[in-house]
C-alpha cells in the first residue's frame, strides 16, 4: 500500500520559515514534488525533484523556496523562506511512480501565514 505522509505544516508569520516534509512509502518513486491549494483556487505546482536531483519551480517561489530529497528514505523535503501571505494553502505531496504513469498523493498539509 503506497502512503505519503506530510509534515511541517503550521502558522507562521510573513517573512517566517517553515519545512515540509514527505515520507513515501509502498512503491518505487521517480519525480516526487510538491502542489498547494488555496481556498477558491486550483491546485498548482510548486516544486518538483526528480530522482537524479534535477529540480523545477513555480515562478512564484523561485529563489524563497527549495526543493530536496532524501533517496535512501524516500522522502522529499520542501524549505519555504521569506513566507508571504500569498503562499497560504494546504500543501500536498506528489509521487509519480518510476515506471508506470501512475501518481500518488498525500493527504495534504496547512501552511498559514498571517500576522
Known amino acids: 500500500q503506497v502512503q505519503l505522509v506530510e509534515s511541517g505544516g503550521g502558522l507562521v508569520q510573513p517573512g517566517g520559515s517553515l519545512r515540509l516534509s514527505c515520507a513515501a512509502s509502498?512503491?518505487?518513486?521517480?519525480?516526487m514534488g510538491w502542489y498547494r491549494q488555496a481556498p477558491g483556487k486550483q491546485r498548482e505546482s510548486v516544486a518538483s525533484?526528480?530522482?537524479?536531483?534535477?529540480?523545477n519551480y513555480a515562478d512564484s517561489v523561485k529563489g524563497r523556496f527549495f526543493i530536496s530529497r532524501d533517496n535512501a528514505k524516500n522522502t522529499v523535503y520542501l524549505q519555504m523562506n521569506s513566507l508571504k501571505v500569498e503562499d497560504t494553502a494546504v500543501y500536498y505531496c506528489n509521487a509519480a511512480h518510476r515506471t508506470w504513469p501512475v501518481n500518488y498523493w498525500g493527504n495534504g498539509t496547512l501552511v498559514t501565514v498571517s500576522s
Open positions: 525533484i526528480t530522482g537524479g536531483g534535477n529540480t
Open positions: 509502498g512503491s518505487i518513486f521517480g519525480t
